[in-house]
């Protein structure tokens, strides 16, 4: 049986893991997105008709996160544009990823009595 302590520390394990996981990858995109964005395409469904297609690109999704997305939309600006704006979300991320963790910490914790 695990204890409550055990619980939460895996759990914030588990939290910190998946956000790091996700600033991870979308680092990746900063230095060498063209290649990253065909890994991306391989992994996922783009036009996913099918329920198993649509819980595969979810999986993805909330695997690497929505780094992704925001290069795609930033396709349109300049490369150096492209790379200072997707800098700039990186910041907001990391910044956004570390009160994100702090909220999950502190809830499982009120939960568990911790």
């Known amino acids: 049986m695990m204890s409550p302590e055990t619980f939460v520390e895996y759990t914030e394990y588990l939290i910190a893991g998946m956000l790091a996981a996700h600033f991870a990858y979308s680092l990746c995109f900063l230095i ?3 290649h990253m964005i065909i890994e991306y395409e391989k992994m996922i ?13 979810t999986f993805v999704f909330l695997l690497v996160g929505t ?3 925001v290069y795609k939309r930033l396709l349109r600006y300049n490369w150096f544009l492209r790379k200072l704006y997707f800098a700039l979300y990186l910041v907001g991320r990391g910044i956004l990823s570390i009160i994100i963790f702090y909220i999950f910490s502190f809830l499982v ?3 568990f009595s911790v």
């Open 109 to 111: 914790h009120l939960i």
């Open 67 to 69: 780094g992704y997305f």
């Open 45 to 57: 469904f783009l036009k996913p008709e099918k329920r198993s297609h649509k819980i595969t690109n």
């Open 32 to 34: 060498i997105a063209s």
